[in-house]
């Protein structure tokens, strides 16, 4: 089936902090309710960056290799910041670490800055979702897709150097607090 209609009405955007999204997240959902049935749309509607810790079925190869390869980095960055912490961090027996996601966590765990390091992988699952989306630009899991992206711009333009830094010393002074 293709989604022609609807993937023709979305308009191109940038992860560009300064620049302002074309579209909201609302009169996306208002546009796909028009051209996907309940099932495809509950699926669009349940779309998150936090993928579930375990894995579920979904109807939908793109979403389910884009939330193992988010899965997987989660759990890798949990790993590596639990080392440098001397804290214990489970890990499911059967992840695979690949060398680009442990590539990718090491990286981001050596910035400095708690912000340049979420940048760097916003940026970084940006690209994962744009290598992972099918070439058909006009089928459900490139919707699937868009929707993705669209969450993350939002969620980068929520950023802000201030407000972050004041999160992160909290949440530092309560992880010093618990291994005191």
């Given at each position: 089936?293709?989604?022609?209609?609807?993937?023709?009405q979305?308009?191109?955007?940038?992860?560009?902090?300064?620049?302002?999204?074309?579209?909201?997240?609302?009169?996306?959902?208002?546009?796909?309710?028009?051209?996907?049935?309940?099932?495809?749309?509950?699926?669009?509607?349940?779309?998150?960056l936090?993928?579930?810790?375990?894995?579920?079925?979904?109807?939908?190869?793109?979403?389910?290799?884009?939330?193992?390869?988010?899965?997987?980095?989660?759990?890798?960055?949990?790993?590596?910041?639990?080392?440098?912490?001397?804290?214990?961090?489970?890990?499911?027996?059967?992840?695979?670490?690949?060398?680009?996601?442990?590539?990718?966590?090491?990286?981001?765990t050596?910035?400095?800055?708690?912000?340049?390091?979420?940048?760097?992988?916003?940026?970084?699952?940006?690209?994962?979702?744009?290598k992972?989306?099918?070439?058909?630009?006009?089928?459900?899991?490139?919707?699937?897709?868009?929707?993705?992206?669209?969450?993350?711009?939002?969620?980068?333009?929520?950023?802000?150097?201030?407000?972050?830094?004041?999160?992160?010393?909290?949440?530092?002074?309560?992880?010093?607090g618990?291994?005191?």
């Amino acid at each position: 089936m293709s989604f022609y209609y609807l993937m023709s009405q979305l308009p191109y955007f940038s992860l560009s902090q300064s620049s302002p999204l074309p579209i909201t997240e609302s009169y996306f959902l208002e546009l796909a309710e028009r051209n996907l049935n309940e099932a495809q749309l509950k699926t669009l509607k349940n779309i998150s960056l936090v993928p579930e810790k375990k894995p579920r079925e979904i109807d939908s190869s793109f979403l389910t290799a884009y939330y193992a390869w988010e899965r997987e980095l989660r759990f890798v960055l949990g790993q590596i910041r639990g080392q440098r912490l001397k804290k214990d961090f489970s890990v499911p027996n059967n992840l695979s670490q690949s060398f680009e996601i442990l590539s990718i966590a090491r990286t981001a765990t050596g910035f400095e800055s708690p912000l340049e390091a979420e940048q760097f992988l916003n940026e970084q699952r940006f690209l994962a979702i744009k290598k992972l989306q099918p070439m058909d630009y006009f089928s459900l899991d490139s919707v699937y897709a868009y929707a993705l992206q669209l969450k993350l711009a939002l969620r980068i333009k929520q950023f802000n150097e201030e407000s972050g830094l004041a999160e992160y010393r909290s949440m530092y002074d309560t992880i010093l607090g618990e291994s005191k």
